[in-house]
C-alpha cells in the first residue's frame, strides 16, 4: 500500500519540476550599448521590465491553411483577389521566427502590416480571433501561415497574386 503512493507522490513531483521551466519569468532591459535585451537573468544593476509572455513563438514547421474554413466564419473584407498589400503579420518584438519573417519580407520587397501583440489589447484580440495560438501568425487573404518557411511563404504569395 506504501509503494504506490510513494510512487504517486514521486510522480507529481516529477511533473511539478517538469513544468517550471516553462513557467520561467522573462525580462527585458537595455544594456550599456543602447541595445535592448530579453533573458530570465537581468544584470542585477539593469533597469529592468518583467514581461507578460501569454503567448509561444510557434517554433515547428509552417502550417498554412484557410482561416475561413478553419474557424468557420466569413471574412469580414472582401478577399476573393488578396493583395501583398493585405499581408498582415501578428507578432512579438521577442519572437526570432518574426524576425526571419520581417527580414524575408525586406529582401524580397512586400509590403505588410505588422501587429505587435503584446502592444496593444486591440491588436491582441485582431490575432485570438483569426485563431492564434502562437507567433508568428501571417494572414494573406483568406490563407493563414503558422510559424514561417520562406519556401512556404513563396507558394502563398505566388498563389495571392491576382
Known amino acids: 500500500m506504501k509503494r504506490p503512493l510513494a510512487r504517486a507522490l514521486a510522480f507529481a513531483a516529477f511533473v511539478a519540476f517538469a513544468v517550471l521551466p516553462a513557467a520561467a519569468q522573462v525580462y527585458k532591459w537595455t544594456g550599456p550599448d543602447g541595445r535592448t535585451h530579453y533573458g530570465d537573468r537581468p544584470p542585477e544593476d539593469a533597469k529592468r521590465q518583467e514581461l507578460r509572455i501569454g503567448v509561444q513563438s510557434f517554433g515547428g514547421p509552417a502550417e ?87 519556401d512556404a511563404m513563396d507558394r502563398l504569395l505566388a498563389s495571392a497574386r491576382p
Not at 466569413?74 to 501583398?84: E, F, L, M, Q, W
Not at 498589400?85 to 505588422?114: L, N, Q
Open 64 to 150: 498554412v491553411d484557410t482561416w475561413t474554413k478553419v474557424l468557420k466564419r466569413p471574412p469580414a473584407v472582401d478577399t476573393s483577389k488578396p493583395r501583398n498589400d493585405s499581408i498582415t503579420m501578428y507578432s512579438t518584438a521577442w519572437c526570432p521566427h518574426c524576425k526571419r519573417a520581417k527580414a524575408y519580407f525586406a529582401r524580397k520587397g512586400v509590403g505588410f502590416r505588422e501587429v505587435d501583440i503584446e502592444a496593444s489589447d486591440a491588436g491582441r484580440r485582431e490575432f485570438e480571433e483569426y485563431g492564434g495560438k502562437g507567433v508568428p501568425l501571417i494572414i494573406v487573404g483568406e490563407r493563414r501561415m503558422r510559424g514561417f518557411d520562406p
